[in-house]
């Protein structure tokens, strides 16, 4: 059975592509003169237009006393506080009957960066950083201890903006 | 029990009725309501010096301390007015001068009386200046398991009342006076009376530590657990306090007519052992090459067997460790055999008593569970165990050490199923070896030497394939046709309450917490 075949005819002007990629390269090149909008990462990490929030919430880091010794009293808040169970504590004592934490591990996979150990800390030892270059090559290594911990030097959160604690 | 006549009061709106001469603040209690108390304890004398439990009572011109105060017909209290709400912010507030901020690091956060009543109704602030010195003075070492934190003591005395009244050696004292104020221990001795821990628990702030839990665990992330001290025969009713699936520490649990508030020290640190790790955590069964791990269907398989094949006599050896449900079970067991039990008990020479509560002493004889044994037609005769072994055809040991006999009386025994929680050597003749659960692993009661039936809880899991040894017989039982499986422990306690007269009528609910007498004692045969 014949199949009724119609031949449509196509329009002249759209047989050509050369018109479209004209309009096409006419925009990409009105693009040059236009503001950038990019970022040369990693050479380049913030401009003037974009930087890191200062409330960013990032890996942590520890702060230490006067002497380098983390700032932990391994009081059992942040443990306890951390809704992803990714901080294991094991309270300790010194020679001077100072608490401290034996171990002190955060597993940096497991956190989800709520910020909750900074906020319930009463020492203001543990922080989450303003940071987020995290790469490593073993898995491993996303358990920060607290030596790794005390050793970041990147800035911690503000959590919150001073001038506006409500976020209003 | 004196029958006092009855005085109605009105205790913040909720009208109550209690025996003439009870204290305002245990009148409360039953009121629902809790007045905040430091020096008050109910198992100590009233000292009144805290004047943190001020209450207002319509017609008395001033607040009054309701620990120190005895109820009156028709009396009407005011709990939280505000001039007694007033009253106890101040008393918080001079608590709080002096006392450290160092909750974080403090082993009572979290169970601390302070910490609380501020929470609840203290001042937000100080009104001393960021720039005031506190009192310091450094942690001074009691002896015995005990630190004293002076900077944290709020002066309640009830360690030295515990000392003077309860223990009964007073070297305790509150040394120098007004602000400078401590407690003071006498000079050359150390507090390191068989029942001085229970300062510890006695201490509502963090003031007097115990060594062995210090910075073991916080409060809150214990679990606590009603049970039985395992120590002696006395029975002290206890809270196990696990974290992690293991038990950190051990406090008494009220219970008027055994151990009142009190635990002796060395129930208190008779834990490590339920957290052993050398634990048999798989059935062996004895092939050609020895004990080899399987499963419970196969090892309770070849117990069944084994039970099953062997005639005559049969012989129990039993822990007096163990449940009375376990004990009875394993008796139903052998019933079909000319049976015969035995166990060996633990006894060191002399009593220990607390002087200040009556019957209430670390016993010489050191397990919990020697009456029940008793009881259930087990026999103390060690000596008889030995020539009956010999002949025994079958022989049930249920987590009995078995390092009081000598290494040839089991050698001969041919039949030997152990059920137990560790494998000493001496049971590496057994043919099958079942894994049972500690005391803190399962539910069961024991009977103390008062004839006093008191329930224990299940506190953390079993490792590995064990399982409660009620279980385990109840297996048994139902592979050899002897009864039925047994499906929980309330079970095994029906059973065994229908089947000796001793326990008629007596049930896991009837029990509670508190435990019952069983019903004849005067047969049980008690050892003072």
């Known amino acids: 059975m014949a199949i009724g075949v119609k031949v449509v005819k196509r329009p002249e002007r759209e047989v050509s592509y050369l018109r479209a990629t004209l309009q096409g390269m006419a925009l990409t090149f009105s693009h040059l003169f236009r503001r950038k909008v990019t970022m040369e990462y990693p050479e380049e990490k913030s401009t003037p237009e974009w930087t890191i929030s200062p409330r960013w919430r990032g890996t942590h880091r520890m702060l230490t006393d006067e002497q380098g010794r983390a700032k932990c009293v391994a009081c059992g808040l942040c443990p306890q506080i951390c809704p992803a169970n990714c901080i294991k504590l094991v309270p300790g004592e010194d020679e001077e009957g100072h608490r401290y934490p034996l171990i002190y591990e955060i597993d940096e996979f497991r956190c989800i960066f709520c910020g909750y150990c900074q906020e319930v800390c009463p020492e203001e030892a543990i922080h989450v950083g303003v940071h987020y270059e995290n790469s490593e090559f073993e898995r491993g290594r996303f358990v920060y201890d607290l030596e790794r911990l005390c050793a970041q030097t990147h800035p911690v959160s503000t959590l919150w903006d001073p001038s506006d604690p409500k976020g209003e | 029990m004196s029958e006092k006549p009855l005085v109605s009061l009105t205790i913040e709106g909720v009208e109550v009725s209690v025996p003439q001469g009870t204290l305002l603040i245990e009148a409360a209690k039953q009121a629902g309501v809790v007045i905040p108390h430091y020096c008050y304890h109910p198992g100590l004398p009233v000292a009144g010096v805290c004047r943190m439990c001020l209450v207002e009572i319509e017609g008395m011109p001033k607040l009054q301390i309701a620990c120190a105060t005895q109820v009156a017909q028709g009396q009407v209290v005011k709990v939280m007015s505000e001039q007694a709400l007033a009253a106890r912010r101040s008393v918080l507030e ?258 220990i008593p607390l002087p200040g509560v009556p019957n209430l002493a670390l016993r010489s004889e050191r397990a919990p569970n020697g009456t029940g044994a008793r009881l259930l037609g087990y026999g103390e005769d060690t000596e008889g165990a030995v020539p009956a072994l010999r002949q025994a055809a079958v022989v049930l040991v249920l987590d009995d050490p078995l390092d009081w006999l000598s290494a040839d009386s089991l050698s001969e025994v041919e039949n030997l199923i152990y059920l137990g929680t560790v494998l000493p050597p001496a049971a590496r003749g057994a043919r099958v070896v079942l894994p049972i659960a500690n005391v803190a692993e399962e539910d069961g009661t024991f009977v103390n030497r008062d004839g006093r039936v008191q329930r224990y809880f299940q506190a953390k899991p079993a490792p590995g394939m064990a399982r409660p040894a009620w279980w385990v017989l109840g297996q048994l039982m139902e592979e050899t046709g002897a009864g039925e499986a047994v499906l929980s422990a309330a079970q095994a306690f029906e059973l065994l309450a229908a089947a000796e007269p001793a326990f008629s009528g007596l049930s896991y609910e009837r029990l509670g917490l508190k435990g019952a007498l069983i019903n004849a004692p005067e047969r049980v045969e008690v050892s003072r």
């Open chain 2, 94 to 351: 001079f608590l709080l001068i002096n006392h450290p901020l160092d909750c974080p690091i403090c082993d009572q956060a979290g169970e601390c009386e302070l910490q609380d009543y501020v929470f609840q109704e203290g001042r937000p602030r100080t009104r001393y200046t960021p720039a005031y010195p506190k009192r310091f003075s450094p942690v001074e070492d009691f002896g015995g398991d005990v630190l004293y934190v002076p900077n944290r003591c709020i002066l309640c005395t009830r360690c030295v009342r515990f000392m003077d009244h309860v223990a009964q050696d007073s070297i305790l004292n509150v040394s120098e006076r007004g602000d400078r104020a401590y407690i003071g221990i006498h000079p050359g001795r150390k507090l390191d009376h068989p029942w001085a821990g229970n300062v510890v628990d006695l201490c509502p702030v963090g003031s007097l530590l115990s060594k062995d839990f210090l910075h073991k665990a916080r409060a809150w992330e214990l679990d606590k657990t009603a049970s039985i001290c395992t120590g002696c025969s006395q029975g002290c009713n206890v809270n196990l306090d696990t974290r992690h699936n293991a038990v950190v520490r051990i406090r008494p649990r009220p219970n008027l007519e055994v151990n009142q508030y009190f635990i002796c020290d060395y129930g208190r640190f008779n834990y490590r052992w339920m957290n052993r790790g050398d634990r048999i955590e798989a059935p062996l069964v004895k092939d050609r090459e020895g004990l080899a791990a399987t499963d419970w269907d196969t090892a309770l398989e070849r117990a069944a067997q084994i039970l099953k094949g062997a005639d005559g006599k049969a012989v129990a050896l039993v822990s007096p460790k163990v449940s009375t449900e376990a004990l009875f079970l394993a008796r139903r067991l052998l019933g079909r055999f000319e049976w015969s039990g035995y166990f060996r008990l633990e006894r060191v020479d002399g009593e």
